[in-house]
């Protein structure tokens, strides 16, 4: 047997790493020069900046992958200081409570809200069809809570609108949580015993460091190779590249799409066109990623945590701030201060993030007012625009999903983020049970 699998973010080179240990044969098809997709690192001047997650929450799954590269010595866990979160509410940073005593005595909510938050214990579980994460969270806690904290929570991981995202697509372990504890509060309590699984960390390096790892100690790894159709003659898939011929006359068994839906739904409209349309109507809002880095001696703000989400009754530019040089060393020079910030490009006009230096303008002003900061002007800046940034769990997924998993009788797998989950965890689990799968439905030899 052998499997094509197209695209080099993390879950494809995930795939074709637990491929290869399992001895399946594949070609990974990478269009780039360069492999992670989503998981990006730059260096400028300095300066080390994320593009994409600027942390990773450890998994099992992650912690076994880490171990087998022997990346061990290059965690860079966040420091101790980040593990407070905030809001800005009501003009001020409001700290997120972390406990009963902090969850009484902050401001953030009101005394009606709080009280619904501890009475959500006896809120009986509910199963609501197509239930958005507004209308999960309002039912459990109240609007309040998800004006002031899910909705620019939501912003900042998908750039999306909570109003239109499905629990039980976008957050699917809350909603395994009610289903199973009859309540949220008690699922999150039983997480947090896990321990070790819950630690945000990065690499010294970056968090590139990881995919590179992993093309690193791949075999049939094929960069630059603009897969161009697919096409399928007698049971086989038969993949054609535009700039690279030599694997046009090669035969798979199977083919996976590491890729954003839109990508994928382009390779699929001759072969599959059902598939291709249903691709097509998934949504991937716009985000800006925007890095601000200034002396410290300018920022009166003490950024003691992890950084800041702005509750949508705010009205501000940006979704939120990650104050990266608290959270890891060596991002920044020991003087400075480097601040991440996320515009979600579904909340302003069509045409604002694509005058660069607007963006860079508003969120340098928004910085000064809400950060306490008197730089005119920041050491340095830079943004990075996602023109796809993340793919919505809307309505308008759940076709994909349906036709996906039929389609994986005629031998077409998905394994991309917009399939089980956005996140990194969720794409090496995900991958990972492919691999397994693909491996139970390989023809037995014995070798003589």
């Known amino acids: 047997m052998r499997v094509a699998i197209i695209g080099a973010g993390i879950s494809g080179l995930a795939l074709a790493y637990y491929l290869q240990k399992m001895g399946i044969a594949y070609d990974l098809f990478e269009a780039g020069q360069e492999v992670g997709g989503n998981l990006r690192t730059i260096r400028q001047k300095g300066y080390v900046m994320e593009l994409g997650p600027t942390t990773l929450q450890m998994s099992e799954e992650l912690l076994e992958l880490i171990t087998e590269l022997k990346l ?3 965690l860079l866990p966040i420091a101790p200081r980040s593990s407070n979160r905030y809001v800005l509410h009501n003009g001020k940073h409001q700290k997120l409570p972390s406990c009963a005593k ?12 709080k009280y619904r938050i501890l009475q959500e214990r006896q809120v009986p579980p509910a199963q609501v069809e197509n239930e958005t994460i507004t209308q999960f969270f309002e039912r459990r806690f109240g609007p309040e809570v998800v004006d002031v904290a899910i ?31 009859g309540s949220v509060l008690k699922g999150l309590m ?13 690499f010294s390096n970056g968090l590139d460091t990881l995919p590179n790892a992993i093309a690193r100690k791949l075999i049939s790894m094929h960069l630059e190779h603009q897969v161009e159709c697919i096409t399928r003659s007698q049971g086989k898939f038969i993949i054609s590249c535009s700039n690279n011929g030599d694997h046009d006359t090669e035969e798979y068994d199977k083919v996976v799409l590491a890729l954003p839906a839109h990508q994928a739904a382009d390779l699929l409209e001759f072969t599959f066109p059902g598939m291709a349309a249903a691709l097509q109507n998934i949504n991937y809002p716009p985000m800006a990623v925007v890095h601000s880095v200034y002396n410290r001696a300018e920022v009166g703000h003490s950024l003691k945590g992890f950084g800041t989400l702005n509750s949508r009754t705010e009205g501000t530019f940006t979704t939120g701030s990650i104050w990266t040089s608290s959270l890891f060393g060596g991002r920044c020079r020991t003087h400075e201060v480097m601040i991440t910030s996320f515009v979600d490009g579904s909340r302003c006009a069509p045409d604002l993030l694509a005058d660069e230096k607007q ?11 809400t950060h306490n900061i008197t730089a005119l002007a920041p050491v340095f800046q830079h943004m990075h625009l996602w023109h796809h940034a993340m793919p ?8 994909a999903h349906q036709m996906a998993s039929q389609l994986e009788n005629e031998g077409l797998y998905i394994s991309a983020n917009w399939g089980t989950g956005v996140s990194v965890p969720s794409c090496v689990r995900q991958a990972k049970e492919l691999a397994n799968k693909i491996n139970s439905e390989a023809p037995f030899t014995l070798n003589s």
């Open 151 to 181: 909705a620019p929570l939501v912003s900042s991981l998908y750039a999306g609108d909570p109003d239109q995202l499905l629990v039980s697509k976008a957050l699917p372990s809350l909603k395994e949580f009610e289903t199973r504890y």
């Open 359 to 369: 963006v860079l303008r508003q969120v340098h002003e928004e910085l000064r007012a």
């Open 190 to 202: 039983h997480r947090k015993n896990k321990g070790v699984f819950q630690k945000h960390f990065s």
């Open 102 to 113: 902090s969850f009484k005595s902050n401001n953030l909510f009101s005394w009606d809200t």
């Open 72 to 74: 061990e010595s290059d």
């Open 392 to 399: 919505q769990y809307d309505l308008y997924i759940e076709d």
